[in-house]
């Protein structure tokens, strides 16, 4: 008997991890976010990499590059994969984002479509 794929079996599963990562990313309210933001900001990160084991288990993730241990910010991989899955993807354009110092960068803004 052929195994049924993930994207059927675990819908229910990947609604929930998409929208709460949605929660965790729309925290400007517009389906915005700044990738200085995400950079230096360890909680907003932590949010994002707790729900690894999840996408990891309800997701097909063979093969993808954010879960290899040398990946240098598995965050947006885990971003991309879980919007990917649903249709939505990010367009980037150029914007400045306030680094913690106070100091304005120039910096990506991500825009979640």
């Known amino acids: 008997m052929p195994d049924v794929k993930r994207s059927i079996k675990f819908q229910k599963e990947q609604r929930e991890i998409y929208v709460k990562l949605i929660?965790?990313?729309?925290?400007?309210?517009?389906?915005?976010?700044?990738?200085?933001?995400?950079?230096y900001n360890a909680e907003l990160q932590q949010k994002i990499m707790d729900l690894k084991p999840d996408v990891a288990k309800y997701f097909s993730v063979k093969s993808t590059r954010w879960m290899q241990p040398d990946c240098v910010r598995p965050y947006m991989g885990i971003i991309r994969h879980v919007l990917g899955q649903f249709g939505k993807y990010l367009i980037s354009t150029t914007g400045s984002g306030t680094m913690p110092d106070g100091s304005v960068k120039r910096t990506t803004k991500f825009t979640i479509m």
């Open 23 to 39: 929660d965790i990313l729309n925290y400007n309210g517009d389906n915005t976010f700044t990738l200085v933001d995400v950079d």
